[in-house]
T-cell receptor
Framework: GAVVSQHPSWVICKSGTSVKIECRSL??????MFWYRQFPKQSLMLMAT?????????EQGVEKDKFLINHASLTLSTLTVTSAHPEDSSFYIC????????????????FGPGTRLTVL | GIQVEQSPPDLILQEGANSTLRCNFS?????LQWFHQNPWGQLINLFY???GTKQNGRLSATTVATERYSLLYISSSQTTDSGVYFC??????????FGPGTSLSVIP
């Protein structure tokens, strides 16, 4: 149980194009999903918190108009990198909080396998 | 904001050796998790441990919340243990902050 998928697993695109990454919780409902970015040999940095049915909350320094987040259902959040540039190349990871775990003491986040974006 | 530190940053072990990884955090936290990131980038949840001690096979973890640190013990290390180990803390603002990680290489 508690599986999170991401699609695509990797993508290569030209500079100036937009790329959409999907994050799905496969066997649980998630009112909250998180998007992280990880540059090579660095830690995960939280970009934004995605709440189902409401606007995402972005971390300081993250451009909300460049990284569009939509959380339309309890099992799907999408991140769209608009007008991507080479400096946006990174490993993007989502996580989902199990709604059921909020009612227990665990409140665990489950992470997707990540999407590697390369912008040429 | 809360600061999370991990030590050592890099560690090389001979297969079969034991090791201890440390995570320090600067403020009280609501929970703490240890993750292993494999060479393909997948994060694997090892422990959810806001306090106390847990064990799972060759791995165990201890969090002393009052002193703001957590330890991850790896015993009888194997080459498959290689990768990066992260601790991540959840703050009162409901955010999860990752530490910088410990890169572990286990050599045969």
């Amino acid at each position: 149980g508690a599986v999170v998928s991401q699609h695509p697993s990797w993508v290569i695109c030209k500079s100036g194009t937009s790329v959409k990454i999907e994050c799905r919780s496969l066997d649980f409902q998630a009112t909250t999903m998180f998007w992280y970015r990880q540059f090579p040999k660095q830690s995960l940095m939280l970009m934004a918190t995605s709440n189902e049915g409401s606007k995402a909350t972005y971390e300081q320094g993250v451009e909300k108009d460049k990284f569009l987040i939509n959380h339309a259902s309890l099992t799907l959040s999408t991140l769209t990198v608009t007008s991507a540039h080479p400096e946006d190349s990174s490993f993007y990871i989502c996580s989902a909080r199990d709604l059921l775990s909020l009612k227990t003491s665990t409140d665990t986040q489950y992470f997707g396998p990540g999407t590697r974006l390369t912008v040429l | 904001g809360i600061q999370v530190e991990q030590s050592p940053p890099d560690l090389i072990l001979q297969e079969g050796a034991n090791s201890t990884l440390r995570c320090n955090f600067s403020d009280s936290v609501n929970n703490l998790q240890w993750f292993h990131q494999n060479p393909w980038g997948q994060l694997i949840n090892l422990f959810y441990i806001p306090s106390g001690t847990k064990q799972n096979g060759r791995l165990s973890a201890t969090t002393v919340a009052t002193e703001r640190y957590s330890l991850l013990y790896i015993s009888s290390s194997q080459t498959t243990d290689s990768g990066v180990y992260f601790c991540a803390v959840k703050t009162s603002y409901d955010k999860v902050i990752f530490g910088p990680g410990t890169s572990l290489s286990v050599i045969p």
